[in-house]
């Protein structure tokens, strides 16, 4: 069960609590997140859950049989809301589009790129400084310093940023820079990682695993929630198959099924799921009719010479085309009943 505890409880109240829980076999794990203060206990015995509800400093107690509770909508019925300050929100009736390049490459392509957005009104660029890449000879980004170029410019733009953080030693140096942190799919069972950026108040986009079930993307989430930090992003990217026509599986039946399970935002990445430039068009409409709450996808002033990705990245004048088509599209699914 979740226990959503009163702000001003206080220790002997929680602790009497705690001790009730545990004489009926519950074990109990305090969350303080920036948001609030919860119980999470774990137990089989039977309890009338208003004996609890009924003690001192407690908000509201609810039942929650899945094993991931806290990001679990069996006791959050109203989605979550991330926000990124200067009116820049996602979730909950607020639509984001996030776009920019798979790579940050020069300071040059940062400035480019942002007027490019700021002229279309997009208010969240993507774009990786630290870049996995499959093969080591590959460019594998500018590293902080070309994160500091990028938060420089999207800050003065009025442009949130959102970049991938590969490693547990980078978050020190990137947190100052940083609206969103990104957790790649090849990160997204890396506990250790997700346990650090737990402890944060940055927001996190946690990206599907390469093969990751939807229970495993959960239980991710989980981590980072129980951790300390609730504004978490579920992403779904496609996952690997045995179709060798294109470069991932777009898992569209994982949007409907996530909005059911969880209370988190879902928005999905159609560049890596497809990696075909003429197919992300259709690709990120079609998750906007099932559900999801905001696209992320690539966009270059020329797709050809980028230094990554440039067969699955949208020139400027296909990147408007798609965001006029995914406003309409939005738009027009608000006005039917589709929702879980």
């Known amino acids: 069960m979740v226990i959503q505890l009163k702000k001003d409880i206080t220790e002997q109240n929680k602790n009497l609590i705690i001790k009730k829980l545990e004489n009926s076999k519950y074990s109990c794990s305090q969350v303080k997140t920036q948001k609030d203060n919860y119980l999470v206990a774990i137990g089989k015995n ?20 899945d094993n991931y509770k806290l990001v679990s909508r069996k006791w959050k019925t109203e989605y979550s809301k991330i926000n990124l300050g200067d009116g820049i929100k996602i979730g909950n009736d607020d639509f984001a589009i996030m776009a920019g390049p798979c790579s940050i490459e020069n300071e040059e392509q940062i400035i480019d790129t942002v007027n490019h957005l700021k ?3 997009i208010k969240i660029m993507r774009g990786g400084v630290f870049k996995p890449r499959s093969s080591p000879y590959s460019f594998r980004g500018l590293g902080i310093e070309g994160l500091k170029l990028f938060s420089k410019h999207c800050k003065n733009a009025g442009i949130k940023i959102i ?3 590969m490693q547990v030693s980078q978050i020190e140096d990137m947190i100052e820079y940083v609206d969103v942190f990104q957790v790649g799919a090849r990160n997204s069972q890396n506990f250790n ?17 390469l093969a990751g ?16 930090n609730e504004q978490i992003i579920l992403c779904e990217r496609g996952i690997r198959s045995y179709e060798k026509a294109y470069r991932n599986t777009l898992d569209v039946n994982a949007i409907p099924l996530l909005k059911e399970k969880t209370h988190l935002p879902v928005v999905v990445d159609p560049s890596h799921a497809i990696g075909i430039r003429q197919f992300v068009k259709p690709l990120a409409l079609a998750s906007i009719m099932a559900g999801a709450d905001g696209i992320i996808f690539e966009t270059h002033k020329q797709p050809e010479v980028a230094f990554s990705d440039g067969q699955q990245t949208l020139n400027y004048t296909e990147a408007e085309k798609l965001y006029d088509n995914m406003k309409k599209t939005y738009k027009f ?5 589709l929702m879980p």
């Open 333 to 337: 699914r608000k006005t039917l009943d």
């Open 163 to 165: 970049t991938e953080v």
């Open 213 to 228: 079930t939807i229970d495993e993307l959960l239980f991710s989430a989980e981590y980072i929630f129980s951790a300390g």
């Open 193 to 209: 990682l997700l346990d650090e950026l737990g402890k944060t108040n940055i927001p996190v986009m946690l990206k599907r695993g």
């Open 46 to 65: 039977e309890i009338d859950i208003r004996r609890i509800g009924s003690m001192n400093g407690v908000n509201d107690i609810h039942r929650v049989d």
């Open 119 to 121: 002229k279309n009104n």
